[in-house]
């Protein structure tokens, strides 16, 4: 008995928006007017200018650290422990940039936003041969 009702309960979830008559948004045909302007200006900025400059640093960071450990800490065993930990801090701040990237583009994706930039926003020319 239990199982009939835990089945019944489970269809009755599922086709519960069919009973409200819910209707799907479309993505795609909705504007959100300034605000939607305003989310698509910020995500087509961290998209194309804010990440890259933060991978920049991060990479600028590594270097450094790989030039503290291998060059400049050549006997120096304090100079060593500094560059492995620009390193390792670095290789975590490529990591959590990534997973950033990742949620801001999930939820762009999720809300419509994806693919969506204002005039003012400077894009970059495909390159033609």
Not at 68 to 74: E, L, R
Not at 100 to 108: Q, S
């Amino acid at each position: 008995m239990k199982k009939t009702t835990s089945v019944f309960a489970l269809a009755a979830t599922m086709l519960l928006p069919v009973f409200a008559s819910a209707q799907i948004a479309d993505p795609g045909g909705a504007d959100g007017g300034a605000f939607g302007d305003l989310l698509g200006n910020i995500l087509g900025f961290t998209n194309s200018t804010l990440i890259p400059f933060i991978i920049g640093i991060g990479f600028l960071v590594f270097v450094f650290g790989m030039f503290q450990f291998f060059i400049a800490g050549g006997a120096n065993d304090d100079k060593k422990e500094q560059g492995k930990s620009l390193m390792i801090y670095a290789t975590l701040g490529f990591v959590l940039i990534i997973i950033f990237w990742g949620i801001v583009n999930l939820l762009a994706g999720s809300t419509g936003l994806e693919g969506e930039t204002a005039d003012d926003v400077p894009q970059v020319a495909p390159i033609t041969p």
